[in-house]
C-alpha cells in the first residue's frame, strides 16, 4: 500500500464517518419529532404522565443497545497478519460502531425537547453531535494507534 492510497483510505473513512453523524442526527430527530405527537395522547387527563411507557422503554433500550455496540466493537482487533485492506474494513467497521454508540447520547436530549419545546435542546444536541463528530473523526494517527494496539 503506498502512501498516497493510504490516505485516500482514511480519507474516504473520515467523510463515512462525517455522513454517519449527520445521517443518525436526522433519523433520531426525524423519529424523536415524528412520535412527539404520539406520545402523548390528548385525551389523558396529563398529558405528560402518559409518556412514561414509552420514556421507560427508551430509557432501558438506549443502554442496552449500547452495551451490545460497544462490546462487539471490542471484539474488532486489529491483526498486523491481516492484509492492509482487511485491517481498514476492520477499522471502519469499529469506527461505524462507535459514532453509532455515541450518538446515543444525543437521545435524552431529543426526549427533552418532547416535553419542553425549547428550541435550545435541539441547540445543544446538534452542538453535542457536532462536537462528538469532530473530536472522534479517524486519522491517519489513530488508525496506525489503533494497528498498534
Same mark, same amino acid.
Given at each position: 500500500?503506498? +502512501?498516497?492510497?493510504?490516505?485516500?483510505?482514511?480519507?474516504?473513512i473520515?467523510? @463515512?464517518?462525517?455522513?454517519?453523524? %449527520?445521517?443518525?442526527?436526522?433519523?433520531?430527530? *426525524? =423519529?424523536?419529532?415524528?412520535?412527539?405527537?404520539?406520545?402523548?395522547?390528548?385525551?389523558?387527563?396529563?398529558?405528560?404522565?402518559?409518556?412514561?411507557?414509552?420514556?421507560?422503554? #427508551? *430509557?432501558?433500550?438506549? !443502554? =442496552?443497545?449500547? %452495551?451490545?455496540?460497544?462490546?462487539?466493537?471490542?471484539?474488532?482487533?486489529?491483526?498486523?497478519?491481516? !492484509?492492509? =485492506?482487511?485491517?481498514l474494513?476492520?477499522?471502519?467497521?469499529?469506527?461505524?460502531l462507535? +459514532?453509532?454508540?455515541?450518538?446515543? #447520547?444525543?437521545?435524552?436530549?431529543? %426526549?427533552?425537547?418532547?416535553?419542553?419545546?425549547?428550541?435550545? +435542546?435541539? %441547540?445543544?444536541? *446538534?452542538?453535542?453531535?457536532?462536537?462528538?463528530?469532530?473530536?472522534?473523526?479517524?486519522?491517519?494517527?489513530?488508525? @496506525?494507534?489503533?494497528?498498534?494496539?
Amino acid at each position: 500500500m503506498t +502512501d498516497a492510497e493510504f490516505h485516500r483510505a482514511i480519507g474516504r473513512i473520515r467523510r @463515512q464517518h462525517w455522513l454517519h453523524y %449527520a445521517a443518525q442526527a436526522l433519523l433520531m430527530g *426525524g =423519529a424523536v419529532l415524528a412520535a412527539g405527537g404520539r406520545t402523548a395522547p390528548g385525551t389523558a387527563v396529563n398529558p405528560r404522565l402518559a409518556t412514561w411507557p414509552v420514556l421507560l422503554l #427508551l *430509557g432501558a433500550l438506549v !443502554p =442496552a443497545v449500547g %452495551a451490545l455496540l460497544y462490546a462487539f466493537s471490542r471484539t474488532m482487533r486489529p491483526n498486523l497478519r491481516r !492484509p492492509y =485492506a482487511e485491517n481498514l474494513r476492520i477499522y471502519q467497521g469499529r469506527m461505524f460502531l462507535r +459514532d453509532s454508540l455515541l450518538g446515543l #447520547l444525543a437521545l435524552p436530549l431529543l %426526549a427533552s425537547y418532547l416535553f419542553t419545546h425549547h428550541a435550545t +435542546d435541539l %441547540a445543544i444536541c *446538534g452542538g453535542l453531535l457536532l462536537f462528538l463528530a469532530w473530536r472522534t473523526r479517524p486519522t491517519a494517527q489513530t488508525y @496506525q494507534r489503533w494497528l498498534l494496539t
